[in-house]
């Protein structure tokens, strides 16, 4: 039973565009969300971070909006720069039930010049 | 750099051997965690350890074992190994924190033969 998904495989967008990837969690008990970015022969990277008490969470090019009644999170990243070409992972955390995370399989962004 | 250390890189055996994988987590960071990746999926957890104790187990096979020694660095056991054990294993570790992430190595690439 996957608790996370990443529906979409692999996104494809232009330079300067707004990337958004999206994540759906069935566990109701989620109350910390994560977004990691990772490249190949590295681990994934920590990116960005939304506790459920909020909605909206922006750090730079990169915002995550969180919708818990439909149980879903996205990643936007506005202006795309070819540079942000990787896998990105969302990632959940019941916080009651320890720290460890539980991931979705992933997105491949490729942003194209 | 995400501060966290894993050795091997590579590793390459064969059917029924035993390996050892060796983390050190970031300096100050208590809990380890122990993930796997296979063929471009998602992240699967495997154990967590804090302070030298098993705090977690997720889907660890029962030939798959783990310690935490006293320096805080981690050891990922796994013995008669099969060829569906081939996979990239990450270590991560964490501040034992509320909405803290877990920050990863770059990994062990395991192949088997």
């Known amino acids: 039973d996957q608790q996370v998904k990443q529906n979409s495989p692999s996104l494809s967008v232009q330079e300067g565009r707004i990337s958004i990837l999206n994540c759906d969690y069935t566990?109701?008990?989620?109350?910390?969300f994560l977004w990691y970015k990772k490249y190949p022969a590295e681990g994934p990277t920590f990116l960005i971070s939304?506790?459920?008490?909020?909605d909206k969470n922006e750090d730079g090019r990169f915002t995550v909006f969180l919708n818990k009644s439909a149980k879903h999170l996205s990643l936007h990243i506005v202006p795309s720069q070819p540079g942000d070409s990787a896998v990105y992972f969302c990632?959940?955390?019941?916080?009651?039930?320890?720290?460890?995370?539980?991931f979705g399989g992933g997105t491949r962004l490729m942003v194209k010049p | 750099d995400s501060g966290v250390t894993q050795t091997p890189k590579h590793l390459i055996t064969a059917t029924g051997q035993r390996v050892t994988l060796r983390c050190s987590p970031r300096?100050?960071?208590?809990?380890v965690y122990w993930y796997q990746q296979s063929l471009d999926q998602g992240l699967q957890f495997l154990i967590q350890?804090?302070?030298?104790?098993?705090?977690a187990k997720g889907n660890i096979l029962e030939r798959f074992s783990a310690q935490q020694f006293p320096d805080l660095h981690s050891e990922l056991n796994l013995s008669s190994l099969e060829l569906g054990d081939s996979a990239l294993y990450f270590c991560?570790?964490?501040?034992?924190?509320?909405?803290?992430?877990?920050?990863f190595g770059n990994g062990t690439r395991l192949t088997v033969t």
């Open positions: 991560a570790s964490s501040v034992e924190q509320e909405n803290s992430p877990l920050h």
């Open positions: 566990n109701s008990m989620f109350d910390y």
């Open positions: 939304i506790s459920s008490i909020k």
């Open positions: 990632a959940a955390r019941d916080n009651n039930a320890g720290n460890m995370l539980t």
């Open positions: 300096s100050g960071d208590l809990s």
């Open positions: 350890y804090y302070n030298g104790e098993e705090r």
